[in-house]
T-cell receptor, first 114, second 114 residues
Framework: GNSVTQMEGPVTLSEEAFLTINCTYT??????LFWYVQYPGEGLQLLLK???ADDKGSNKGFEATYRKETTSFHLEKGSVQVSDSAVYFC?????WGTGNQFYFGTGTSLTVIP | DTGVSQDPRHKITKRGQNVTFRCDPI?????LYWYRQTLGQGPEFLTY????????KSRLLSDRFSAERPKGSFSTLEIQRTEQGDSAMYLC????????????FGPGTRLTVT
């Protein structure tokens, strides 16, 4: 089956600290992988994606590399800001069947303090 | 760009009552998705439409749930004979078929069944 497991939170970091949020997956076939972010009071937004093994997705200083050998897609940022405080969701899109089901992890809450 | 909108934002109902939610996608988007999100969990896929056709339904979608998208624009999700276990956030997302990886989420409808 398809599933996503991500690091439990909450995570609290000081401004300019290094961020890693771990995400591993199981999937039938070769999925696309995503990180979505939900800022307080807003809907989920796509942060970055990778569609095949060894691809690196990046956006707003965040990066994640699609690692097929470890079935992982860890999110990293070198220097977090207070404005990065949000809930982060790892997700996959399965191409099994009609290829339109998305599977989300449970979310990791990040708080960045000044 | 008005984004994806959902109505109502909050709904409180008594067990056994029927409820209906509406989603208005981004106007040029031909795909529309419904998800359910419970506290501390990520969104769970319920169903999706391409234009007016409902192409995929999750096993989570019991026969008390029905979704429609009659003219390929807005969609409704109806829950009949609500149960306390239906209490959740119901999320709608839309995308273009050509770029189905990039879903745009609405703010959600929070349902509380008492």
């Amino acid at each position: 089956g398809n599933s996503v497991t991500q690091m439990e939170g909450p995570v609290t970091l000081s401004e300019e600290a290094f961020l890693t949020i771990n995400c591993t997956y199981t999937a039938t076939g070769y999925p696309s992988l995503f990180w979505y972010v939900q800022y307080p009071g807003e809907g989920l937004q796509l942060l970055l994606k990778a569609t095949k093994a060894d691809d690196k997705g990046s956006n707003k200083g965040f990066e994640a590399t699609y690692r097929k050998e470890t079935t992982s897609f860890h999110l990293e940022k070198g220097s977090v800001q207070v404005s990065d405080s949000a809930v982060y969701f790892c997700a996959l899109r399965s191409f099994w069947g009609t290829g339109n089901q998305f599977y989300f992890g449970t979310g990791t809450s990040l708080t960045v303090i000044p | 760009d008005t984004g994806v909108s959902q109505d109502p934002r909050h709904k409180i109902t008594k067990r056994g009552q029927n409820v209906t939610f509406r989603c208005d996608p981004i106007s040029e988007h031909n795909r529309l998705y419904w998800y359910r999100q419970t506290l501390g969990q990520g969104p769970e896929f319920l169903t999706y439409f391409q234009n007016e056709a409902q192409l995929e339904k999750s096993r989570l979608l019991s026969d008390r749930f029905s979704a429609e998208r009659p003219k390929g624009s807005f969609s409704t999700l109806e829950i009949q004979r609500t149960e306390q276990g239906d209490s959740a956030m119901y999320l709608c997302a839309s995308s273009l078929a050509a770029s189905a990886d990039e879903q745009y989420f609405g703010p959600g409808t929070r349902l509380t069944v008492t």
